[in-house]
């Protein structure tokens, strides 16, 4: 009797995303280039900024690492002009199949120069800054200055890119003066930080310490008790500021 053995045949069902170059960028719309318009506080103030500082790194599509491995994370001042493109960060092929972004806005000691000077640069390293923003609030005849320096680490992950390969983190400089942490429809607001000014016209980060928010009937924080004066609200308010691709959103998690 003969034995015939039929091969089997194992087909892979294997598919591999195709390989494509993703370039990540970082932008600041208008509201930071060109300042923030009274139309859009609901108490008609407005605000230009001098130096918006941010140090960002940690850019990966689907997991993998957009740029080298272990790149540095890089500062950038995103008040100076960019014609709207924003300022180029890392790009490389990414073979993604859940096209998914992460970064962070966060310190790091060893950051590098994105469009920023070498002093701004050291000033951020020194100071163990994430965001630094200098600028002037005005209102009719007038005008109050501030300098706030936040040393908070936030990780911005699932970031959606629709299919995009541009990966541009929007950052959303109004969300600095939400009245409400968690509302779906806060106002954009600067009077309870105006009247925290001690009579110099500077408004500083003890200036909003003082501020006992427990007491207003805005400045809603939800369950996060711990934080009971306007400095500790607006600090916390940074995690919010980070976008994807314009109004992409991204799920935010605080880790300092």
């Not at 918006?52 to 790149?71: P, R």
């Not at 209102?139 to 390969?165: Q, V």
């Not at 500077?202 to 400045?219: F, K, M, P, S």
Request: with cysteine.
């Amino acid at each position: 009797m003969r034995t015939v053995l039929l091969p089997l045949l194992l087909a892979c069902a294997c598919t591999g995303a195709p390989e494509r170059t993703y370039e990540a960028s970082i932008y600041g719309e208008e509201f930071i280039e060109e300042g923030i318009p009274a139309t859009i506080f609901a108490d008609n103030w407005a605000v230009s900024f001098d130096k918006f500082l941010i140090s960002v790194g940690g850019i990966e599509v689907d997991g993998q690492a957009l740029g080298e491995d272990g790149e540095s994370y890089r500062i950038f001042d995103l008040a100076q002009a960019s014609d709207g493109d924003g300022f180029p960060i890392s790009a490389g092929p990414i073979a993604a199949e859940n096209p998914l972004a992460t970064y962070v806005v966060g310190p790091s000691s060893d950051a590098v120069a994105g469009n920023a000077t070498d002093e701004d640069v050291a000033l951020m390293k020194d100071g163990g800054h994430s965001i630094y923003v200098q600028g002037t609030a005005t209102r009719g005849g007038e005008a109050l200055t501030f300098i706030w320096g936040f040393s908070t680490r936030t990780i911005y992950s699932d970031c959606e890119l629709a299919g995009d390969t541009d990966v541009q983190l929007t950052i959303h400089a109004d969300h600095l003066f939400y009245d409400d942490l968690f509302s779906e429809n806060p106002k954009v607001t600067f009077d309870l930080i105006a009247a925290s000014d001690d009579g110099d016209g500077e408004l500083t980060a003890d200036d909003l310490r003082a501020v006992d928010i427990t007491t207003q009937e805005r400045y809603q924080v939800g369950d996060l008790t711990n934080i009971t004066d306007l400095w500790s609200f607006v600090e916390q308010l940074t995690t919010t500021l980070g976008h994807i691709n314009g109004e992409g959103h991204c799920t935010a998690v605080r880790t300092d």
